[in-house]
């Protein structure tokens, strides 16, 4: 019997399957290097998955026309291809910052659990099929819950694991309770058929509506959005700085697409319910992130509150259903991936240096450390939406697409929730450059992994922020995938 082979059938998952081969890679060169020698391990990973990115750009592109692949369980399109490269971006530079730390460094276990996060969290971003969406979050999230308690010596880190597989595992099975009332209401787990047959059996507005309440609950976890960001706050605080880094960008960045193309998807005819439902969250997500946020000593909470907060202002262009809202969406989640990431990672360095994380440990640092202290201004700035920079450019596209859809009172809410958390960064760089410095400080330095890492974000950060015309265009291409 002849078997016909579809080359563009593998293509459409190259990213996918590279990163199975790079986690081989690693397991493999983890068995025979020297303990000393396995600090290279984390540069591996990373120059491997800056490896795939460059082959998925050249040979997995999406095709013009979006189509079904694989039975119908992922959908090759620009929307998750756009997400992809953005999550392999993540998992590199999550990569470089945990080169240093002694605990874990050097183990090759650490590294094979974020490729196999970053694998579940492309097939989210693609996936076409319920079911292909649940294995993916599970895939996903099993590999974070043991990341975050990676340092089982550590009293915070081990509650920071127990607390998020707890939460994540009750919000994923009432996720789990919405899927099966939508495979029982439309008689297909495939979110493409699912909105003509859930319209077709002419169900009451209350079961829609429950349905949908059920599946939000499971993805505002993801996104950490009011009233499911209790984890946040904990688990942040508690993880180690790259894992909470790659936590706070690259698991709500896919969170966030599995939200829109979900919503879009498979609940056009309830679409005036759930954006109200939506605009309430996401009004409700700023404010008490932003409020939070501006009492807090330990700048890992402050920053977790913060996350939420930035949730709440890339919930309006969700609230927006257009195009433009979605773009605006994907032009955000690029911005703040790269702002985020930059923010942990000098949080990580004068972690690691000072032994905490309070703020009372940024004293006078402009003195001790003037690139990291002109980083860190950098990162704040474009998490508070300071112009040049790509932060000011993404709350200006999310706002925008309110206005655009007649949700005026919305992006004035979201300017306001801006001007507040404005004054949290600054007070952080208050410290940073008014106060002197403690009289016994220890000399901070960083290593190459975290200079190059720090450089490519902060340049990116500026870039975003500047020539951002490249990035809308992504964006924008995204977002048509979807409409």
């Given at each position: 019997m002849a078997v016909n082979f579809d080359l563009s059938m593998f293509l459409a998952i190259l990213p996918?399957?590279?990163?199975?081969?790079l986690g081989g890679l690693v397991l493999v060169l983890d068995l025979f290097l020297s303990q000393e020698r396995k600090g290279s391990l984390g540069w591996v990973t990373?120059?491997?998955?800056?490896?795939?990115?460059?082959?998925?750009?050249?040979?997995?592109?999406?095709?013009a026309e979006p189509r079904l692949v694989w039975g119908g369980m992922l959908r090759q399109d620009s929307f998750g291809f756009v997400f992809?490269?953005?999550?392999?971006?993540?998992?590199?530079?999550?990569?470089?910052m945990s080169?240093?730390?002694e605990k874990f460094g050097k183990r090759g276990e650490f590294y094979v659990l974020l490729l196999v996060s970053t694998l579940g969290m492309c097939f989210m971003a693609s996936?076409?099929?319920l079911i292909?969406?649940?294995?993916?979050?599970?895939?996903?999230?099993?590999?974070?819950?043991?990341?975050?308690?990676?340092?089982?010596?550590?009293?915070?880190?081990?509650?920071?694991?127990f607390k998020y597989l707890l939460f994540g595992a009750m919000t994923s099975a009432v996720m789990l309770y919405g899927f099966s009332l939508l495979y029982g209401f439309s008689g297909t787990t495939n979110m493409y058929l699912m909105a003509e047959g859930v319209s077709a059996g002419q169900l009451s507005l209350a079961a829609v509506i429950g349905s949908l309440m059920l599946v939000l609950i499971g993805f505002g976890f993801k996104v950490s959005a009011v009233p499911l960001h209790f984890w946040a706050p904990d688990v942040y605080e508690g993880a180690p700085t790259p894992v909470t880094a790659f936590l706070s960008t690259a698991s709500k960045a896919a969170g966030?697409?599995?939200l829109v193309r979900f919503l879009l998807v498979v609940f056009p005819a309830v679409t005036p319910e759930w954006r109200a439902i939506v605009a309430a969250l996401s009004?409700?997500?700023?404010?008490?992130?932003?409020?939070?946020?501006?009492?807090?000593?330990?700048?890992?909470?402050?920053?977790?509150?913060?996350s939420i907060a930035h949730a709440g202002y890339i919930l309006i262009g969700v609230v927006a259903v257009t195009q433009l809202g979605a773009s605006s969406v994907v032009f955000y989640l690029i911005a703040y991936l790269m702002t985020n990431l930059a923010a942990f990672g000098v949080v990580a360095v004068i972690g690691r240096v000072t032994g905490s994380d309070e703020m009372t440990a940024y004293y006078g640092l402009s003195r001790r450390a003037p690139g990291l202290s002109l980083i860190l201004m950098v990162a704040f700035l474009s998490l508070a939406g300071m112009p040049p920079l790509g932060g000011f450019v993404a709350k200006f596209f999310v706002f925008a697409a309110a206005v655009n859809s007649q949700m005026i009172w919305l992006a004035v809410v979201g300017v306001l929730n801006s001007i507040i958390g404005l004054y949290y960064y600054l007070t952080v760089l208050k410290y940073v450059y008014l106060y002197p410095p403690p009289e016994e400080v220890e000399a901070v330095s960083i290593s190459r992994s975290y200079a190059l890492a720090l450089g490519v974000l902060v340049v990116g950060i500026i870039l975003i922020g500047t020539i951002f015309g490249p990035w809308v265009s992504w964006a924008t291409a995204a977002a048509k995938a979807l409409f």
């Amino acid at each position: 019997m002849a078997v016909n082979f579809d080359l563009s059938m593998f293509l459409a998952i190259l990213p996918e399957i590279l990163l199975v081969v790079l986690g081989g890679l690693v397991l493999v060169l983890d068995l025979f290097l020297s303990q000393e020698r396995k600090g290279s391990l984390g540069w591996v990973t990373a120059s491997g998955l800056f490896f795939i990115m460059a082959i998925s750009l050249v040979f997995a592109r999406p095709p013009a026309e979006p189509r079904l692949v694989w039975g119908g369980m992922l959908r090759q399109d620009s929307f998750g291809f756009v997400f992809t490269m953005l999550l392999l971006f993540g998992a590199a530079i999550s990569s470089l910052m945990s080169i240093d730390y002694e605990k874990f460094g050097k183990r090759g276990e650490f590294y094979v659990l974020l490729l196999v996060s970053t694998l579940g969290m492309c097939f989210m971003a693609s996936a076409a099929d319920l079911i292909m969406l649940y294995l993916a979050i599970e895939t996903t999230s099993i590999p974070l819950y043991i990341l975050a308690g990676l340092l089982t010596r550590d009293d915070k880190s081990t509650e920071a694991g127990f607390k998020y597989l707890l939460f994540g595992a009750m919000t994923s099975a009432v996720m789990l309770y919405g899927f099966s009332l939508l495979y029982g209401f439309s008689g297909t787990t495939n979110m493409y058929l699912m909105a003509e047959g859930v319209s077709a059996g002419q169900l009451s507005l209350a079961a829609v509506i429950g349905s949908l309440m059920l599946v939000l609950i499971g993805f505002g976890f993801k996104v950490s959005a009011v009233p499911l960001h209790f984890w946040a706050p904990d688990v942040y605080e508690g993880a180690p700085t790259p894992v909470t880094a790659f936590l706070s960008t690259a698991s709500k960045a896919a969170g966030f697409a599995v939200l829109v193309r979900f919503l879009l998807v498979v609940f056009p005819a309830v679409t005036p319910e759930w954006r109200a439902i939506v605009a309430a969250l996401s009004v409700a997500t700023m404010t008490l992130g932003n409020l939070l946020a501006l009492v807090q000593t330990n700048i890992k909470r402050m920053l977790a509150y913060s996350s939420i907060a930035h949730a709440g202002y890339i919930l309006i262009g969700v609230v927006a259903v257009t195009q433009l809202g979605a773009s605006s969406v994907v032009f955000y989640l690029i911005a703040y991936l790269m702002t985020n990431l930059a923010a942990f990672g000098v949080v990580a360095v004068i972690g690691r240096v000072t032994g905490s994380d309070e703020m009372t440990a940024y004293y006078g640092l402009s003195r001790r450390a003037p690139g990291l202290s002109l980083i860190l201004m950098v990162a704040f700035l474009s998490l508070a939406g300071m112009p040049p920079l790509g932060g000011f450019v993404a709350k200006f596209f999310v706002f925008a697409a309110a206005v655009n859809s007649q949700m005026i009172w919305l992006a004035v809410v979201g300017v306001l929730n801006s001007i507040i958390g404005l004054y949290y960064y600054l007070t952080v760089l208050k410290y940073v450059y008014l106060y002197p410095p403690p009289e016994e400080v220890e000399a901070v330095s960083i290593s190459r992994s975290y200079a190059l890492a720090l450089g490519v974000l902060v340049v990116g950060i500026i870039l975003i922020g500047t020539i951002f015309g490249p990035w809308v265009s992504w964006a924008t291409a995204a977002a048509k995938a979807l409409f």
